[in-house]
């Protein structure tokens, strides 16, 4: 019985590896204007995620994270504001 789940348990480590992140080449580079975001701008981004999401399913112009970023203070914003306006823990426990 074991023998059977080895190939789905093998399948769904590689799937799951495959979907990794890959290191960020421009973390704590500037961007076109000089800027390199930071915790602030992770916030908002986080927050305005929804509707950018949307809209960078039509323009290529408009992406969801800024890869000139602080590293994880910009992300520790970017998933903070993504949890707390989601509704965090208490809309999971309804």
């Known amino acids: 019985m074991k023998r059977t789940y080895l190939p789905l348990l093998v399948l769904l480590v590689l799937v799951f590896a495959a979907c990794a992140a890959g290191p960020n080449e421009a973390v704590g580079?500037?961007?076109i204007?000089?800027?390199?975001?930071?915790?602030?701008?992770?916030l908002w981004h986080g927050i305005i995620s929804p509707v950018t999401l949307v809209i960078s399913l039509f323009k290529d112009s408009v992406n969801v994270y800024e890869v000139h970023n602080s590293g994880?203070?910009?992300d520790?914003?970017?998933?903070?504001?993504?949890?707390?306006?989601?509704?965090?823990?208490?809309?999971a426990r309804k």
């Not at 970017?78 to 949890?83: L, Q």
């Not at 707390?84 to 208490?90: D, K, L, R, T, V």
């Open 76 to 91: 520790f914003g970017f998933v903070f504001a993504i949890i707390s306006f989601a509704g965090g823990s208490h809309t």
């Open 33 to 42: 204007e000089g800027d390199v975001a930071g915790f602030w701008l992770g």
């Open 72 to 74: 994880n203070w910009y």
């Open 29 to 31: 580079m500037a961007d």
